[in-house]
């Protein structure tokens, strides 16, 4: 099992900037990569970004491409997510999660499939 555990939500104007971590323990060896996902109200959940843990490579969401970066310390294993240019229709909460080998490829990386193991969620509000 992995455990996740999100931090760093909260209210901001919009043009401003906020900074998510995703700590992760537990059996961390098995994880193959890790993204972060939202969920508006009303709204389904959708993906945002993802990271391959061991190279670093990186994909994101048309939505937040040039805005958002995610990045990831080994060291401390924790995954984060730097907002900046934030809307308001980034409002969401926001979620990290984790992939193993065997559910993490191409079809599924930036789907909710892709991923075994989910934080709880970060509340992110975006006022304009």
């Known amino acids: 099992q992995v455990q996740l555990v999100e931090s760093g939500g909260g209210l901001v104007q919009a043009g401003g900037s906020l900074r998510l971590s995703c700590a992760a323990s537990?059996?961390?060896?098995?994880?193959?990569?890790m993204a972060w996902f939202r969920q508006a109200p009303g709204k389904e959940r959708e993906f945002v970004a993802w990271?391959?843990?061991?190279?670093?490579?990186?994909y994101y969401a048309d939505s937040v491409k040039g805005r958002f970066t995610i990045s990831r310390d080994n060291t401390k294993n924790t995954v984060y997510l730097k907002m900046n240019s934030l809307k308001r229709e980034d409002t969401a909460v926001y979620y990290c999660a984790a992939g193993i080998p065997l559910t993490w490829s191409v079809a599924t990386r930036s789907a909710l499939a892709g991923y075994n193991y989910w934080g709880q969620g970060t509340q992110v509000t975006v006022s304009s």
């Open positions: 537990g059996r961390t060896g098995s994880v193959y990569a």
């Open positions: 990271i391959i843990w061991s190279i670093g490579a990186t």
